[in-house]
């Protein structure tokens, strides 16, 4: 590398920010289309079984004219964590004013999600929501998985592919 | 195209782009297909009690009781993109504090491959219908739909309405002798 002269660094190094970047604009603008701070989630858990599995992908959608309904499969957090759950609705009261509280539980699972709610929840509201599951693509998150489990992997995986990139360009 | 390590790189390359090509093509030859059949459902027996919430709230409630049949035939929704249908039966209505409820008394999943001829009588739901509050008592209009998820191998996730809804009205008295 340093023998080819400076200019092809700097060409790499821009190229490289390129490339991220409209990674970036992608990401960020399918956030403003669908409305949801995520719009794709992997499927962590097997509490969807045998609809969603572990590493399965879901494509999000939350905009706040969309009415929550029972049968939907809404990503919601529960405050305080951090985690995402995936489940689906089984209950919705709704006042006049669009105030609404629901329920929600897991297909795989025996009981509701009242268990999983903070300390005195009864009821998610839409705020709790991320957002509104509309789409599904199977086992391509499991890559994101193993990054997860298995950070030496991820460490790995990053160095290849650095090795890679400044390799090829010879 | 000369060393191990280059095609293996074009052979997995390949694979790639023709799952990816498969995946598309599975979502979009049935991204618009109507995915809706009749439904038939009845009611056999409705009871109404008046009970502390205990799944929740733990205030004193309405707790409805319905038994049902539904039948219906799913045979024509299942295609080479649809993994599985989870059905639920939906008790839609309103009362004085709440616009609008729904309350899912009955879930079951049909995946491809099983029997898809459904056809359950004298059905209890599966999960407590309790209002949220007293509205049930005397209410004239409940509807039961049947409506399902329908989850492919990929593409859209719809939420399809069986066509076919069957009104029923809760009683003025609440039961305090029999039990369900």
Same mark, same amino acid.
């Given at each position: 590398?340093?023998?080819?002269?400076?200019? $092809?660094?700097? &060409? $790499?190094?821009?190229?490289?920010?390129?490339?991220?970047?409209? %990674?970036?604009?992608?990401?960020?603008?399918?956030?403003?289309?669908?409305?949801?701070?995520?719009?794709?989630?992997?499927? !962590?858990?097997?509490?969807?079984e045998p609809a969603f599995h572990r590493g399965d992908l879901l494509f999000l959608t939350n905009r706040v004219e969309d009415p929550i309904r029972v049968g939907e499969i809404v990503v919601f957090r529960i405050e305080g964590?951090?985690?995402?759950?995936?489940?689906?609705?089984?209950?919705?009261?709704?006042?006049?004013n669009g105030d609404v509280k629901f329920l929600t539980k897991g297909d795989n699972n025996s009981v509701d999600d009242r268990g999983l709610y903070k300390q005195g929840q009864h009821w998610l509201e839409k705020k709790d929501?991320?957002?509104? %599951?509309?789409?599904?693509?199977?086992?391509?998150?499991?890559?994101?998985? !193993?990054?997860?489990? &298995?950070?030496?992997?991820? &460490? %790995?995986?990053?160095?290849?592919?650095?090795?890679?990139?400044?390799?090829?360009?010879? | 195209?000369?060393?191990?390590?280059?095609?293996?790189?074009?052979?997995?390359?390949?694979?790639?782009?023709?799952?990816?090509?498969?995946?598309?093509?599975?979502?979009?030859?049935?991204?618009?297909? =109507?995915?809706?059949? /009749?439904?038939?459902?009845?009611?056999?027996?409705?009871?109404?009690?008046?009970? =502390?919430?205990?799944?929740?709230?733990?205030?004193?409630?309405?707790?409805?009781?319905?038994?049902?049949?539904?039948?219906?035939?799913?045979? /024509?929704?299942?295609?080479?993109?649809?993994?599985?249908?989870?059905? @639920?039966?939906?008790?839609?209505?309103?009362?004085?504090?709440?616009? #609008?409820?729904?309350?899912? #008394?009955? =879930?079951?999943?049909?995946?491809?491959?099983?029997?898809?001829?459904?056809?359950?009588?004298?059905?209890?739901?599966? @999960?407590?219908?309790?209002?949220?509050?007293?509205?049930?008592?005397?209410?004239?209009?409940?509807?039961?739909? #049947?409506?399902?998820?329908?989850? /492919?191998?990929?593409?859209? #996730?719809?939420?399809?309405?069986?066509?076919?809804?069957?009104?029923?009205?809760? /009683?003025?008295?609440?039961?305090?002798?029999?039990? @369900?």
């Open positions: 590398i340093l023998s080819s002269g400076v200019f $092809q660094l700097y &060409y $790499q190094v821009l190229n490289f920010g390129m490339i991220v970047s409209s %990674a970036l604009m992608i990401w960020k603008g399918l956030m403003v289309v669908t409305g949801s701070e995520s719009p794709i989630v992997v499927v !962590l858990s097997g509490s969807m964590r951090e985690i995402p759950i995936v489940h689906r609705v089984l209950k919705i009261h709704e006042k006049e929501v991320v957002g509104r %599951a509309r789409g599904f693509v199977p086992y391509i998150g499991i890559v994101t998985i !193993l990054m997860n489990d &298995y950070p030496k992997f991820k &460490y %790995a995986v990053l160095c290849l592919l650095g090795l890679f990139v400044l390799v090829h360009r010879e | 195209m000369n060393t191990v390590l280059s095609r293996a790189n074009s052979l997995f390359a390949f694979s790639l782009s023709v799952m990816a090509a498969l995946t598309f093509g599975c979502f979009i030859t049935t991204a618009f297909k =109507d995915r809706s059949v /009749p439904v038939d459902i009845q009611v056999s027996k409705v009871m109404i009690k008046n009970v =502390d919430d205990f799944t929740g709230p733990r205030e004193r409630s309405d707790l409805g009781f319905v038994t049902f049949d539904i039948s219906a035939n799913l045979q /024509p929704i299942f295609d080479w993109n649809v993994k599985e249908l989870f059905l @639920y039966l939906t008790a839609e209505y309103s009362t004085k504090s709440n616009a #609008l409820n729904q309350v899912v #008394l009955w =879930d079951k999943i049909v995946l491809r491959g099983e029997n898809t001829k459904l056809n359950m009588k004298d059905v209890k739901s599966k @999960y407590f219908f309790f209002d949220d509050g007293n509205g049930l008592r005397a209410n004239k209009n409940i509807t039961l739909t #049947l409506s399902w998820n329908v989850v /492919p191998n990929a593409g859209i #996730l719809p939420l399809v309405m069986g066509s076919g809804h069957k009104s029923l009205a809760f /009683p003025e008295t609440y039961e305090t002798a029999k039990s @369900y």
